[in-house]
């Protein structure tokens, strides 16, 4: 089946600091996610991005299908911005997800 | 309007009782799923269902038995619970293979 690494595992910033999140995949997809699970553990959406770029707010997200990449930006990032960002892909079709390790990010004031 | 719902939030239990969890999705989708986060966050699909129908059962032990009523429900029952069945256990749904919503989450703790 598909393996999703995240890098870095760990990634603490000063408030107002940009990051870069990677996530590689071994197979192709045409699905991937990310999420962000914030400190009282709710997962929530932000990108569902097979290929391409998309924008939202200070977050944004490009997926380089051919190359089995995916990378997350948050830019002049904010505590809110806390928590664990999984990517996910399916193993293949129509099927469940499988997700990375995650990358816990810390932003202190 | 909660789109993927679950109940209840925190479920504390013995060992060796029988519990259940339900879920709910009010969003249309054909496919719902069942997610188990273990202690150290890692998040690994147990069951998939598509129009009511088990598609997927990963290595999952048979004392947990997912049932589906409907398109809009995928229940979780666990018998004989067991300590390492403490977890996160969330619910998912999607439209075949677009984006999938996850429900607030089951704090499951086995004493």
């Known amino acids: 089946g598909i393996q999703v690494e995240q890098s870095p595992p760990d990634l603490i910033l000063q408030e107002g600091a940009n990051s870069t999140l990677r996530c590689n995949f071994s197979?192709?997809?045409?699905?991937l996610q990310w999420f962000h699970q914030n400190p009282w553990g709710q997962l929530i959406n932000l990108f569902y991005i097979p290929s391409g770029t998309k924008q939202n707010g200070r977050l944004s997200a490009t997926t380089v299908a051919t190359e089995r990449y995916s990378l997350l930006y948050i830019s002049s990032s904010q505590t809110t911005d806390s928590g664990v960002y999984f990517c996910a892909a399916p193993f293949s079709g129509n099927t469940p997800l499988v997700f990375g390790k995650g990358t816990r990010l810390s932003v202190i004031a | 309007d909660t789109a993927v719902s679950q109940t209840p939030k925190y479920l504390v239990t013995q060992m060796g009782n029988d519990k259940s969890i339900k879920c709910e999705q009010n969003?249309?989708?054909?496919?719902m799923y069942w997610y188990k986060q273990d202690s150290k966050k890692f998040l690994k699909i147990m069951f998939s269902y598509n129009n009511k129908e088990l598609i997927i059962n990963e290595t999952v032990p048979n004392r947990f038995s997912p049932k589906s009523p409907d398109k809009a429900h995928l229940n979780l029952h666990i018998n004989s619970l067991e300590l390492g069945d403490s977890a996160v256990y969330f619910c998912?749904?999607?439209?075949?293979?677009?984006?999938?919503?996850f429900g607030p989450g089951t704090r499951l703790t086995v004493l």
């Open positions: 969003l249309g989708h054909d496919t």
């Open positions: 998912a749904s999607s439209q075949r293979a677009n984006t999938q919503y």
């Open positions: 197979d192709s997809v045409n699905n």
